[in-house]
C-alpha cells in the first residue's frame, strides 16, 4: 500500500469556486505535511507546510489536517485560472525522505 | 538572484551512454536531492546529501550515480544500468528537510 494516497483527478472548476484537494495516508510515524504546486514542466513550489492536527491560513489557501483519520485537505477560496496546476501532497517523518502523493491536475476555467 | 539551476532542460541518451545532469544551487542549503517524475505519478527520490563528501541512496538509486564535491553541486549521471531513463528530472536543496526547493527540471529522453 502506498503511504500517501491523492485522487489524480483531473479537477476542473469555474472560476471562484471554493476547491477542496485531499490526501489520505498510512504512516503513522508522519508528522509534517505540506502542499506543493507544480505548474506544467516546471518545479514544484512549496505552497503549504503544517506540523501538527488542525487549520492553517495562508490568503487564499487553507491547509488542514486530522492526524485521527490520517487525512489531509488544501483548500483554495476564490479560485483563479492562475491556480490551474497540479497539486501535490507530502509526508514527512522528520528525515530527509518525503513520501509525495501523485498530484491532482485542477483546471479553474475562467 | 538565489535558486537552484539545473542544465540542460532537455536531454537525448543514445543507448549505452551515460548522462550527467547538472544542479547548482547558491541558497547555501546543506541538503540537496535528486527526484524523478513519471507521468502521472508522484516524484521519487534517487539520491539526497545532507552535507558535502556525503549522500545516500533513496528509493530509487540502482541505475543513477552522484557525487557531491562542492556545497552548491550536486550532479547526477544516469548510466547505462538505467534501462528506463525517460523521466523529468528535479533537483532540490533544502535547509530544512521538508521545505525543499526545487529547479526547472530536466527532461530525459531515449533516441
Known amino acids: 500500500q502506498k503511504e500517501v494516497e491523492q485522487d489524480p483527478g483531473p479537477l476542473s472548476v469555474p472560476e471562484g469556486a471554493i476547491v477542496s484537494l485531499n490526501c489520505t495516508y498510512s504512516?503513522?510515524?508522519?508528522?509534517?505535511f505540506m502542499w506543493y504546486r507544480q505548474y506544467s514542466r516546471k518545479g514544484p513550489e512549496l505552497l503549504m507546510y503544517?506540523?501538527?492536527?488542525g487549520n492553517k491560513e495562508d490568503g487564499r489557501f487553507t491547509a488542514q489536517v486530522d492526524k485521527s483519520s490520517k487525512y489531509i485537505s488544501l483548500f483554495i477560496r476564490d479560485s483563479q485560472p492562475s491556480d490551474s496546476a497540479t497539486y501535490l501532497c507530502?509526508?514527512?517523518?522528520?528525515?530527509?525522505?518525503?513520501?509525495f502523493g501523485k498530484g491532482t491536475k485542477l483546471s479553474v476555467i475562467p | 538572484d538565489g535558486g537552484i539551476t539545473q542544465s540542460p532542460k532537455y536531454l537525448f541518451r543514445k543507448e549505452g551512454q551515460n548522462v550527467t545532469l547538472s544542479c547548482e544551487q547558491n541558497?547555501?542549503?546543506?541538503?540537496m536531492y535528486w527526484y524523478r517524475q513519471d507521468p502521472g505519478q508522484g516524484l521519487r527520490l534517487i539520491y539526497y546529501?545532507?552535507?558535502?563528501?556525503?549522500?545516500q541512496k533513496g528509493d530509487i538509486a540502482e541505475g543513477y550515480s552522484v557525487s557531491r564535491e562542492k556545497k552548491e553541486s550536486f550532479p547526477l549521471t544516469v548510466t547505462s544500468a538505467q534501462k528506463n531513463p525517460t523521466a523529468f528530472y528535479l533537483c532540490?536543496?533544502?535547509?530544512?528537510?521538508?521545505?525543499?526547493?526545487f529547479g526547472s527540471g530536466t527532461q530525459l529522453s531515449v533516441l
Open positions: 507530502a509526508s514527512g517523518a522528520g528525515s530527509y525522505q518525503l513520501t
Open positions: 504512516n503513522s510515524a508522519f508528522q509534517y
Open positions: 503544517t506540523y501538527s492536527s
Open positions: 541558497l547555501n542549503h546543506d541538503a
Open positions: 546529501s545532507q552535507i558535502v563528501n556525503d549522500f
Open positions: 532540490a536543496s533544502s535547509y530544512q528537510p521538508e521545505k525543499l526547493f
